[in-house]
């Protein structure tokens, strides 16, 4: 499947701006929504990107090129686990750990909103050519 790449860039824009909120109020049950979003972005169901093709891509007009769904869904199921860990940090009283957890997703997100550079992507496309059998 392709999709528009200025989707993903602008998920993590509205990421952004959740984790930060979730940073500065120590926010669990915000934490928590984004995880969900995270959870419907790695099945290829992100509200954020619902949003984006009703309201955003209309008035963007067409993109130059089309990119795999693939890495971005890979993203969001990253996402979700640190999220998850910020969670369960926040559950058990260990702050340190949700919060670490919360501003690593911080910063792949504003990597991703502000430079265009998909951490999550990244990694995905190191791991597929990683994998033993695959031509380079």
Known sequence: MQID???????????????????????????AAQAVVF????????????????????????????????????AQAVGLGFALVGLIGFVVG???????ATAAALLAAILNAAFGFCLGCETYLLIRRLQPGRIQ
């Open 39 to 74: 959870a419907l972005g790695a099945a290829g169901a992100s509200p954020y990107g619902l949003v984006f093709r009703r309201f955003v891509r209309p008035r963007l007009g067409p993109p130059a090129e089309m990119e795999d769904a693939a890495p971005p869904r890979f």
């Open 5 to 31: 790449p200025r989707r993903p860039r602008f998920g993590a824009a509205v990421t952004s701006v959740v984790l930060a909120v979730v940073l500065i109020a120590q926010n669990p049950w915000l934490l």
């Open 94 to 100: 260990i702050t340190p750990l949700a919060l670490g």
